[in-house]
């Protein structure tokens, strides 16, 4: 297995937009948990990155109309980014 970086979730991440925009969900789905698994290894469970590992995973169960599960993402990922924005207040 090659090593896995902070820079490499990134680009696990851009595979999935452009799988996920050739409706090739699954495998989209599948870059979007690797990123989201390296992010977690990295970062601390708020960080903005993992909210956007979180949303990614909920858009494209959302577009194989998996609303219900797209929607424990979703608001997993709305709660990492309310969370940052109390915090950036209080700065």
């Known amino acids: 297995n ?9 680009v696990l991440n851009s595979i999935g ?3 996920q925009r ?4 699954d495998e989209a789905r599948s870059y979007y948990e690797r990123a989201l698994a ?6 601390s469970e708020d960080h903005p990155d993992i909210a956007q590992s979180l949303h990614s ?3 494209v169960l959302d577009d194989q109309g998996k ?3 797209a929607l424990k ?4 990922a709305l ?3 309310e969370s940052l924005e109390e915090a950036s207040k209080i700065r």
């Open 2 to 10: 090659p090593p896995q970086t902070k820079e490499s979730a990134s």
């Open 17 to 19: 937009i452009d799988l």
């Open 22 to 25: 050739q409706q090739q969900f």
């Open 38 to 43: 390296i992010r977690q290894k990295y970062y």
């Open 57 to 59: 995973i909920g858009n």
């Open 67 to 69: 609303y219900s599960e």
């Open 73 to 76: 993402f979703y608001r997993q």
């Open 79 to 81: 709660q990492i980014r």
